[in-house]
């Protein structure tokens, strides 16, 4: 099946600063959706992007289909921002009902 | 934006008991999925259902597990004789299609065995 590896796996920032995750997946995909997880375990869809590039806030996100990754850029961080992120993906190639998460990249903004 | 709604938020239950799991998938919606992390490791797939039979199934949905769509609009995950390491967060999810148009993932359920 995909694989999908995010990176990196924790990651500590200053309040105010910015970051970048990236998703990379092993085949072509139709859906790819990143995701916050807050402390709760509760599942925030933050973007639907399985190509190009869409901003929402601090947040954006792009994603280059024919090089097979994705990025999530967090700019002027704060505390609420921390959790764990997500992307999801499934394949162009058949397995489309199957979404696959990578480990995910732990996020702690302090103060 | 339409949602797809689980209740309860967090439930509580004692190990062998059964558990129901509710879900409301968005309503023009006809692929319907639960999925199933376990504290602190990956989200991973449990089922996929359309046109009220089970599509595609992990090899984690064994015969303790079951789905149903009891009525127009709500997508059920039953779990017997409930485990303790049946303690988990369960997310239902639904598309429009078979492609995944519109994929989108409830809120999730905190199950709890004791």
């Known amino acids: 099946g995909i694989q999908v590896e995010q990176s990196p796996p924790d990651l500590i920032l200053q309040e105010g600063a910015n970051s970048t995750l990236r998703c990379n997946f092993s085949?072509?995909?139709?859906?790819l959706q990143w995701f916050h997880q807050n402390p709760w375990g509760q599942l925030i869809n933050l973007f639907y992007?399985?190509?190009g590039t869409k901003q929402n806030g601090r947040l954006s996100a792009t994603t280059v289909a024919t090089e097979r990754y994705s990025l999530l850029y967090i700019s002027s961080s704060q505390t609420t921002d921390s959790g764990v992120y997500f992307c999801?993906?499934?394949?162009?190639?058949?397995?489309?009902?199957?979404?696959?998460f990578g480990i995910g990249t732990k996020l702690q903004v302090i103060p | 934006e339409p949602e797809v709604t689980q209740t309860p938020s967090h439930q509580v239950t004692q190990m062998g008991q059964e558990v129901i799991l509710r879900c409301v998938p968005i309503?023009?919606?006809?692929?319907f999925y639960w999925y199933r992390q376990i504290l602190g490791q990956k989200v991973e797939f449990l089922v996929s259902?359309?046109?009220?039979?089970?599509?595609?199934k992990s090899e984690i949905f064994d015969d303790q597990f079951s789905v149903e769509r009891p009525d127009g609009s709500n997508f059920t995950l039953k779990i017997r004789s409930t485990k303790l390491e049946d303690s988990a967060m369960y997310f239902c999810?639904?598309?429009?299609?078979?492609?995944?148009?519109?994929?989108?993932f409830g809120s999730g359920t905190r199950l709890t065995v004791v």
């Open positions: 085949d072509s995909v139709n859906n």
């Open positions: 259902f359309y046109n009220n039979e089970i599509s595609e």
């Open positions: 999810a639904s598309s429009r299609d078979r492609l995944g148009y519109g994929y989108t």
């Open positions: 309503s023009n919606h006809l692929y």
């Open positions: 992007i399985p190509s």
């Open positions: 999801a993906v499934s394949p162009t190639s058949g397995g489309y009902q199957k979404v696959t």
